[in-house]
């Protein structure tokens, strides 16, 4: 079951989505149909990662129940998650390589 998933806020005021168990996640949700969009818009969404969410940020979020993280620095491992149906994707693999170089795993799921 793990963790309940919930949103923190950094000093700059950018949301971030923590969760599962004792393994931290920086996730990133995006609906989009990856072969519809410009590469660099994969891109973007990649590189977002380390504009908004770097770890080492520091956590201003005092959301109830979490208050022990209040004022530590940001660590976790980076995940984008789209729908199930990019899976189908012919291209998929090349996705997937462009997300590691930028050390983000790419989740699917479901619609």
Do not use: C
Not at 9 to 16: E, F, Q
Not at 39 to 57: A, C, D, I, N
Not at 87 to 96: D, F, K, V
């Amino acid at each position: 079951m793990g963790v309940p998933e919930f949103v923190i806020k950094t000093g700059s005021g950018v949301a971030l989505t923590p969760g599962q168990d004792e393994i931290w996640e920086i996730v990133s949700r995006k609906a989009t149909d990856l072969d519809a969009i410009a590469p660099e818009t994969l891109e973007g969404y990649l590189r977002e990662f380390e504009t908004k969410y770097r770890v080492g940020t520091i956590i201003k979020s005092k959301k109830r129940g979490y208050e022990n993280i209040y004022d530590t620095k940001l660590r976790g491992r980076y995940i984008l998650e789209i729908p199930e149906s990019n899976r189908q994707s012919p291209r998929i693999g090349e996705y997937i390589k462009r997300a590691e170089k930028h050390q983000v795993t790419i989740r699917f799921r479901p619609e």
